[in-house]
Each structure stands twice: as structure tokens, then as C-alpha cells.
């Protein structure tokens, strides 16, 4: 069965400082990856995806994630953090053969001043 | 703007007070689904559609209905609601099935059932 995991459910950084939110999966197929951010009283906003090609994949704000298929992973990662990036991340993998999203339980990220 | 938009925002009602939870996405998607996010179990599927009048279970589904009568629009409905329904909901549309296509969510609705 698909699924996905994140082991960390806050991570604390200081602002300035490169920040890691961690996915691993597990999948059948091929694997289909997102990340997404839900800032509070929103709703979840996309922030990049992986499908194939480059196991770097740029996306929106300055984030960036890394596939490493040999250790099923997905992990987010940001140069520089910001004050701002504070938020709730979700990992998520698509099933290509029943269409579903599963998603991680989520990391809530803190950056501090 | 393209956009999911759910009403209401915020609902507080009493146990076994039917309800209605609108959903409508401009995007003229075809895959749409109804979430709920509770703390430390993350976002659980209750339902989704595929297209108009294609509707199946999610993870969740009992105690909701749902329908799609046209593409833009996916209600979810609580016929008797329960306080362990009490949760934030999300509405969530995608142009299509495959799998490269990530999702557009609506702003949410917390509800609370008491």
C-alpha cells in the first residue's frame, strides 16, 4: 500500500539558517510527489511537485526538494529561512492507479527571530 | 481568478441539525474531493468525484453524502451531525486523474457540532 511519512512533527530554526522537512514514501509504482504548505486559517497551497528528471525540484518561495529514490525519499529543504515560512507542511505521493492523494500527517515548521 | 471556493468559514451547530457544506471550483476541474484535517492524523479522504455524477468513498465516508450534479459544484452533506464530526474541512479540485496533477484547496471550514 502507498503511503508517507514525516518523522518530525515540528521543526524549530533560526532565521537565517537552512531548514529540512523530511518525507519518505512508499510506493509500487512510480512516484508521483508534492509538497504543500497550509499557513494558518488557510487552506493548503501547492509548493512543488516531483514527477520525473531532475531529483532537484525547484518550486514557489524560495523551496526546493530533493528525491533520493534509493531512500524513498522527498525532503524539503530552503537555503535561508524566513520568519514568514512558519507554516504547516504536508508531504503527499499520488497513486497512479487509483488517483488518490495520501498524505503525511504534517510538520509544523517554526522559525525564530 | 481561479479559485475552490467553500462556504461557510465557520459553522457551529447542534447534533443531528442537518447541514450543508458548499464547494465551487471555477477551474472547470473534473476530479474533486472532500478532506478533513484533524490533529496528528493529518488530511483523511471522505469522499471524492471524477466527473459529473461519479462519486465513490474516500478513507472516511460514514456519516457524510455527497453529490455532483454539475462540474463546478461538490456539496458535502452531514444528515445528523455528531460531535466526533467536529473537524476543519477542506475542498480540494484537480484538473484531472493523473497523477502529475496536484491539487487547488478551498480555504476550509471549521465546524464544530456540539
Redesign the interface.
Known amino acids: 500500500a502507498q503511503s508517507v511519512a514525516q518523522p518530525e512533527d515540528q521543526v524549530n530554526v533560526a532565521e537565517g539558517n537552512p531548514l529540512t522537512v523530511k518525507c519518505t514514501y512508499s510506493v509500487s509504482g512510480n512516484p508521483y510527489l508534492f509538497w504543500y504548505v497550509q499557513y494558518p486559517n488557510r487552506g493548503l497551497q501547492f509548493l512543488l511537485k516531483y514527477i520525473t528528471g531532475d531529483n532537484l525540484v525547484k518550486g514557489s518561495y524560495g523551496f526546493e526538494a530533493e528525491f533520493n529514490k534509493s531512500q524513498t525519499s522527498f525532503h524539503l529543504k530552503k537555503p535561508s529561512a524566513l520568519v514568514s515560512d512558519s507554516a504547516l507542511y504536508f508531504c503527499a505521493v499520488r497513486d497512479e492507479e487509483t488517483y488518490k492523494y495520501i498524505f503525511g500527517t504534517g510538520t509544523r515548521l517554526k522559525v525564530l527571530a | 481568478e481561479a479559485q475552490?471556493t467553500q462556504n461557510p468559514r465557520y459553522l457551529i451547530t447542534v447534533t443531528g441539525k442537518k447541514l450543508t457544506v458548499t464547494c465551487s471550483q471555477n477551474m472547470n476541474h473534473e476530479?474533486m474531493?472532500w478532506?478533513r484535517q484533524d490533529p496528528?492524523?493529518?488530511?483523511r479522504?471522505i469522499y471524492?468525484s471524477?466527473n459529473v455524477e461519479v462519486t465513490d468513498k474516500?478513507d472516511v465516508p460514514e456519516g457524510y453524502k455527497v453529490s455532483r450534479k454539475e462540474k463546478r459544484n461538490f456539496p458535502l452533506i452531514l444528515e445528523s451531525p455528531s460531535p466526533n464530526q467536529t473537524s476543519l474541512y477542506?475542498c480540494?479540485s484537480s484538473p484531472g486523474?493523473a497523477?502529475?496533477?496536484?491539487?487547488?484547496?478551498?480555504?476550509?471550514t471549521r465546524l464544530t457540532v456540539v
Open positions: 475552490v476530479y474531493s478532506y496528528g492524523l493529518g488530511l479522504q471524492y471524477m474516500g477542506f480540494a486523474t497523477p502529475n496533477y496536484g491539487y487547488t484547496f478551498g480555504s476550509g
